[in-house]
């Protein structure tokens, strides 16, 4: 999976993410212009780290930003990158607390309800947890699938750790015993990409896949609510997209139980509204960009910050008109933040150009059954060809036909 940019918002602090470096800034005040840029390429890295298991040198990560998340509170936050490294924050006022080696490149991470520990899932299907109150303790190994997670999530009750493979499963563990499995949601045609909690329904689930659709589960019981086919979501006249939809952020609103989901590699938003009384998703408009959108993410007043591929404009901001989710053209934070990134555009620079995230995973198709009935039609007719060669008589010296003399006959089995 290729890591692009990346955006996140807790509260009033708005981190942005790319290459090895992510930087740090308020929404609150648009005189407040102090701003926290961390590069984990300055990180700790312990010696023990370049040697593998037989002792010999092992090839050293790109430090990139691989994966990162704000606690529920806003007073943490952690990342994981590229050289297998957990990086532990604390917000405020922001301060590293701790670099702790992880066993794996992990591809997600979240922080518990009770904020005292980080889930960390990997590349090799496994779930770590790292205690928050003990900023150097070691990993504890909490559950295992057989194939790569791509998303970890925790119910806001802290009873339930919810995790998504690539093999189109989502299960629903007891966070207390990871053991013991509550219920699957079962029913994606591919690889899991994204799930996601509603905080103010917390029995609800969304989850997007490779097979291009949204769905709404109760995943207590692992029951299909509503499901959403995204190709079906393109406007008439719009230019018809070849490309896979495979969702790479489902961001949301609580103040008006707003959806926003981004697709991967597409310029396009699609903005829907949760009715949690009728169990469904209502799909209320999209947004398109001129630019490749990295990331999208949802303040607490009503307002939708998107991450684009844009040095001119690399942050859009969105707010609600008259129902319809429109680009504001003049903010004094907007122009702030803007102006930071003018400034660190180099740590995005990485991102521009990268490929589709999730391309990778697709499962290969080989159609068998057309390649043996195409054998088979070539032998058949090899045969049919040899049956008639043999039928037709064989020409003389002088390329006349040669007659059979009186008596004589073929004695052929």
């Known amino acids: 999976m290729a890591s692009s940019a990346g955006l996140s918002l807790c509260g009033q602090a708005l981190v942005v993410r790319g290459g090895s470096r992510f930087l740090a800034t308020t929404i609150a005040n648009s005189n407040d212009d102090s701003i926290f840029i961390y590069d984990c ?24 930003i691989l ?40 591809t997600a991470l979240t922080f518990t309800a009770s904020e005292e520990k980080v889930l960390v899932a990997d590349k090799s299907g496994d779930v770590y947890s790292f205690s928050v109150l003990e900023p150097q303790g070691r990993g504890k190994l909490e559950l295992g699938h057989l194939s790569m997670l791509l998303d970890v999530a925790v ?30 949601c079962l029913g994606h045609t591919e690889f899991v990409s994204r799930i996601f909690v509603v905080p103010d329904h917390p029995e609800l689930l969304l989850s997007t896949s490779g097979d291009g659709t949204l ?34 952020r489902i961001a949301y609103c609580r103040q008006d139980s707003c959806v926003a989901l981004l697709c991967d590699g597409i310029p396009v938003v699609y903005i829907f509204q949760l009715d949690a009384l009728r169990q469904l ?49 003049e903010n004094d934070v907007l122009n702030k933040v803007s102006s930071h990134l003018h400034g660190n555009w180099a740590m995005l620079e990485g991102s521009t150009g990268v490929g589709d995230s999730f391309s990778g995973l697709y ?13 088979k039609e070539e032998r058949l007719q090899q045969q049919l060809e040899k049956r008639q060669r043999r039928k037709s008589p064989q020409p003389g010296p002088n390329g006349h036909t040669k007659k059979l003399k009186s008596g004589e006959a073929s004695s052929g089995c």
């Open 67 to 106: 994966a990162s998340t704000f606690s529920e509170s806003g007073s943490y936050f952690a990342l994981t990158d590229d050289s297998k490294r957990l990086i532990l924050f604390r917000t405020k006022p922001w301060q590293c607390l701790s670099v702790r080696t992880v066993v794996r490149r992990c």
């Open 41 to 64: 390429s300055t990180a700790e890295k312990k010696p023990q780290e370049n040697k593998g298991e037989d002792g010999q040198p092992v090839e050293k990560g790109s430090d990139t």
């Open 281 to 329: 998703l209502v799909y209320k408009q999209q947004l398109s960009f001129q630019h490749r959108v990295w990331d999208v993410a949802f303040e607490e007043t009503p307002g939708l910050w998107v991450l684009q591929d844009s040095r001119e404009a690399p942050v859009v901001l969105c707010q609600p008109v008259q129902g319809q989710w429109q680009p504001v053209s």
């Open 155 to 184: 119910s806001p009750d802290g009873r339930y750790v919810l995790t998504a493979d690539r093999d189109e499963k989502i299960r629903v563990s007891w966070l207390a015993a990871p053991h013991s499995i509550e219920s699957f």
């Open 215 to 248: 769905r709404l589960w109760e995943y207590r019981s692992g029951r299909e609510l509503h499901r959403c086919l995204v190709t079906s979501l393109q406007e008439p006249g719009a230019p018809q997209r070849e490309k896979r939809f495979t969702a790479s």
């Open 363 to 375: 499962k290969a198709t080989f159609d068998n059954m057309t390649t043996y009935l195409k054998k």
